[in-house]
């Protein structure tokens, strides 16, 4: 099946057309073309002027490590020192995944999220 839309510019200047990109449902679409961003995507770890919590949860979400994070720290610091940390004591810690706030590491048959949260672990408001 071809539909007829005409050529549409993308980021970088590089024109598409919406059938070169195809939805699992078949329709055109754009949203899996090359060099496109969601617009206003802000990287999650940046500074903010609120608290954050560096939490370690298992693989059943269950937080076994809290610490209490200042305003204005430097998160991607805590992250990466996190993922040093666990990695010297034998853990095969992931890359921070862009534009999250989290990473996994494993080591034998054990699993951990390291995760900056901006609610305290068990206080989250109920909706």
Same mark, same amino acid.
């Given at each position: 099946?071809?539909?007829?839309?005409?050529?549409?510019?993308?980021?970088?200047?590089?024109?598409?057309?919406?059938?070169?990109?195809?939805?699992?449902?078949?329709?055109?679409?754009?949203?899996?073309?090359?060099?496109?961003?969601?617009?206003?995507?802000?990287?999650? &770890?940046? /500074?903010?002027?609120?608290? %954050?919590?560096?939490?370690?949860?298992? $693989?059943?979400? *269950? =937080?076994? !490590?809290?610490?209490? &994070?200042? /305003?204005?720290?430097?998160? %991607?610091?805590?992250?990466?020192?996190? $993922?040093?940390? *666990? =990695?010297? !004591?034998?853990?095969?810690?992931?890359?921070?995944?862009?534009?999250?706030?989290?990473?996994?590491?494993? $080591?034998?048959?054990?699993?951990?999220?390291?995760?900056?949260?901006?609610?305290?672990?068990?206080?989250?408001?109920?909706?």
């Amino acid at each position: 099946m071809q539909y007829s839309i005409p050529n549409i510019t993308g980021y970088g200047g590089h024109a598409h057309t919406a059938t070169q990109f195809r939805a699992c449902c078949g329709r055109p679409c754009l949203r899996h073309a090359p060099h496109m961003s969601r617009r206003g995507a802000t990287d999650s &770890l940046n /500074p903010v002027n609120e608290p %954050r919590w560096l939490v370690i949860r298992d $693989r059943y979400s *269950r =937080a076994i !490590e809290c610490r209490a &994070l200042e /305003p204005k720290t430097n998160l %991607r610091g805590v992250m990466e020192a996190e $993922r040093a940390r *666990r =990695a010297a !004591e034998g853990w095969s810690v992931d890359t921070i995944p862009k534009n999250c706030s989290f990473c996994f590491c494993d $080591r034998d048959n054990e699993r951990l999220c390291i995760a900056i949260e901006c609610y305290e672990p068990g206080k989250a408001p109920m909706r």
